[in-house]
């Protein structure tokens, strides 16, 4: 499947306000500082700026340069682009100002010089390969010279993330619990490198290394296996006698569990264990089925089964393709005497050791629990190691992609009912299918991913797979031990930069125009509900790109049934203690409001009588949506646009032509969400380049991930 990264939760900076009393406390005064506070660039080059705000909670600032796109540009995040040419005169300034209080600024000198004045720098190692939580020391030189005038990044944010590693202003990488991913060129999700930074602090030149990430889950294992690791069917290949050459898959070895005879099993995906319905399990002519080997084929040298060993044999799978009754993509191997380890550990799930670096640990023992919207979950994968993120969405209808065979481009869909949507490309990537899901609060199997886009990873709820198997008289619980954290989602600890909140969003100004001449219209009506402060318009969340009418709304007062459409308009809710601004706001009014509103998170939790509301439409329209062209599922969510209302996600395939989607279905708001298209299996992975060579010759290998 796909998906991968960890999300930092966003922190939400409450303002209390109060009656005025008899005694007199001075204000705060509010104090802005710069750095650098002098330095040089040289035309075109890149420098960072931080700002630092004190005596107030709102710690943002808005960023400008005097003079205009001449003397350079500066992102919102303090990202100075130098001009392509010196101008005159040669120094400018940069102010950083609170927008707490906009009389407050500070102001930095920049110095730009010619590409010639430079110099060089690079970084040493050019190249490394850490893996998970592991660490590497880097040195900036200067012209040659050791330097640590330099100011570090990894792929491009000072000080790094937790998505991509951090570093220290020393050059200590630390890296990430998860491999970086990226979208692939079919629109799946592949995980790639990080790239380390030094930029002079002196003139701006800057160097380069490579960082390749690589987990423990795709190394071969000695003794009993513990799991989240490489493996697969050792037949799981597929040779090409016109190119003569070989195309091997491989995914994850999920978890382990037992019958009630206590009989142990390897829990993972049909299409990782029994190569997309294609495997051999016990039967009349067969006592056996497939060996299931680690680590799988696509991590062996040479693509065969020679480089690895048999620690289970294919016992049961739900069919993909004629399957009756709840769909799942789940598979059973009994395992071999002493090849895997009876705990059920499952790597990076436990505390960490000495180093820093998470220990296997097992689930929490039984048989998981029910996902819930915001829970936040873990996986440890092939692919990515271990990634933590949180349900976006429940009850959702998908359709996804399968490839017959492994390395074939004949393809075939399944419909799945009540699935789990994870949020964040990087949550998984190609390799990762058959990770067990579980909670990071306790460790609770939670789903079975085995599937995902570019945006999103999907599993079958854990109960459903449990059900399947129970049917065919194997009722199955996981192998653990008791409730823990997954602490290895709180790793490393560094500072760490918000992740996993809402995308900023542009809209036309035409369709900006006919939703501030609705608002006209209906302004007398809209700005009568007791709570509003102003109404204005801007971007809608739950459907980027579409206007929305905006409702400033005091926070905590109670709503008194503010629309969620006003002539098929929607509307969008923006809630703070107080607003600088009252009435009829104009976009560019409207826009300066947002600023002092932090941005929200990806998903938030609704009331179990909104969630109700939603089934009950999902249950009504889920299957009339998913026959419309382009849409790919139907979930339930929390809508962007109305904090606390329950959503219909409506799951697009980027790029294909779709009906409009309407912003209320039966009463209830529609998210809109788009990526590309969901798949699983060895369609979304992407092979090694390999050569035609004679027919008498040995057939090149190349491998791939199921995901």
């Known amino acids: 499947m796909h998906r991968t990264s960890c999300l930092a939760l966003s922190c939400v900076s409450v303002f209390l306000w109060g009656c005025a009393s008899s005694s007199h406390t001075p204000p705060t005064t509010i104090a802005v500082s710069i750095a650098p506070a002098t330095v040089a660039v040289a035309v075109g ?38 001009p392509t040419a010196v101008p005159n005169p040669a120094q400018v300034t940069v102010t950083a100002t609170s927008q707490a209080d906009s009389t407050k600024s500070a102001s930095a000198t920049v110095t730009i010089t010619t590409a010639s004045a430079t110099g060089s720098v690079s970084v040493s190692p050019s190249a490394a390969t850490v893996p998970n939580f592991g660490t590497q020391q880097f040195t900036a030189l200067e012209n040659g010279l050791p330097s640590t005038a330099v100011t570090w990044q990894v ?36 995980t790639t490198t990080a790239t380390v930074t030094a930029i002079s602090q002196v003139n701006s030149a800057s160097g380069t290394a490579t960082v390749t990430i690589v987990p423990v889950n795709q190394q071969a294992q000695s003794g ?19 190119t ?29 264990l029994a190569r997309t319905d294609q495997g051999q399990k016990p039967d009349q002519t067969h006592t056996v ?35 009756t009754g709840t769909k799942v993509d789940a598979a059973i191997a009994k395992v071999l005497a002493g090849e895997v380890d009876p705990s059920g550990n499952i790597l990076y799930l436990g505390a960490p050791d000495a180093n820093g670096v998470p220990v296997p640990a097992p689930p929490h023992g039984g048989t998981g629990v029910t996902a819930s919207l915001t829970m936040d979950v873990a996986k440890s994968g092939r692919a990515t190691g271990l990634t933590c993120s949180k349900v976006v969405g429940v009850a959702t209808t998908v359709s996804v992609l399968y490839h017959t065979k492994c390395g ?7 419909n799945y009912t009540n699935q789990v949507q994870i949020a964040s490309g990087s949550f998984s990537a190609e390799g990762d299918s058959g990770s067990l899901v579980v909670s990071v609060a306790n460790a609770d199997p939670v789903a079975l991913m085995y599937a995902g886009s ?75 509900h007791p709570e509003v402060q102003a109404v204005g318009v801007g971007a809608s969340l739950d459907h980027p790109r579409e206007p929305a009418i905006l409702f400033f709304v005091t926070a905590g007062q109670p709503r008194t049934n503010i629309p969620a459409q006003v002539d098929g308009v929607r509307t969008r809710i923006v809630e703070n203690p107080l607003f600088a601004r009252r009435g009829m706001l104009s976009a560019a009014e409207s826009a300066q409001l947002q600023q002092a509103v932090p941005a929200g998170p990806e998903v938030y939790p609704i009331s179990e009588a909104e969630l109700a509301r939603a089934k009950s439409v999902h249950a009504a329209r889920a299957n009339d949506q998913m026959s419309q062209p382009g849409v790919q599922g139907v979930g339930i969510t929390s809508s962007l646009d109305a904090p606390g209302e329950a959503a219909l996600m409506i799951l697009l395939v980027r790029g294909v032509a779709h009906n409009s989607i309407p912003p209320v279905i039966d009463g209830l708001r529609t998210r809109v969400r788009e990526s590309s298209r969901f798949t699983a299996g060895t369609g979304d992975a992407h092979s090694k380049a390999a050569c035609a060579v004679p027919a008498t010759q040995t057939p090149l290998r190349k491998a791939t991930a199921s995901n």
């Open 45 to 82: 080059k890149t420098q960072p700026f931080t700002a630092s705000i004190t005596g107030s909670s709102n710690t943002a600032a808005t960023w400008s340069v005097a003079g205009g796109a001449s003397n350079g540009t500066i992102t919102s995040t303090g990202l100075y682009m130098a």
């Open 155 to 190: 792929n491009g944010v000072t000080g790094g993330n937790q998505t991509v590693g951090f570093i220290s202003t020393s050059g200590l990488y630390v890296a990430p619990s998860g491999v970086p991913t990226r979208s692939d060129s079919s629109g799946g999700s592949v």
């Open 224 to 242: 009993a296996i513990v799991l989240g690791t490489s493996g697969g069917n050792a037949n799981d290949s597929t040779t090409n006698t016109s």
């Open 244 to 272: 003569h050459t070989i195309t091997c898959c491989g995914g994850t070895l999920g978890s382990l569990v037992v019958n009630g005879g206590g009989t142990p099993f390897i829990l993972s995906n049909n299409h990782v």
């Open 289 to 323: 089925g497939d060996p299931i080997i680690q680590p799988g084929l696509v991590d062996t040298p040479t693509c065969t089964p020679s480089g690895a060993r048999t620690v289970a044999n294919l016992f049961d799978f739900y069919n993909l393709e004629t399957g």
């Open 408 to 414: 074939s481009s004949t393809t075939f869909s399944v």
């Open 454 to 528: 570019d945006t999103d990873t999907v599993g079958n709820p854990i109960g459903d797979v449990l059900n399947f198997f129970a049917s065919r008289g194997n009722a199955l619980s996981f192998v653990g031990g008791g409730a823990h954290q997954v602490r290895g989602c709180s790793l490393p600890v560094k500072p760490a930069s918000v992740s996993g909140t809402q995308s900023a969003v542009t809209v036309s100004p035409e369709a900006m125009q006919q939703a501030a001449a609705v608002r006209d219209a209906h302004a007398p009506e809209l700005l009568a």
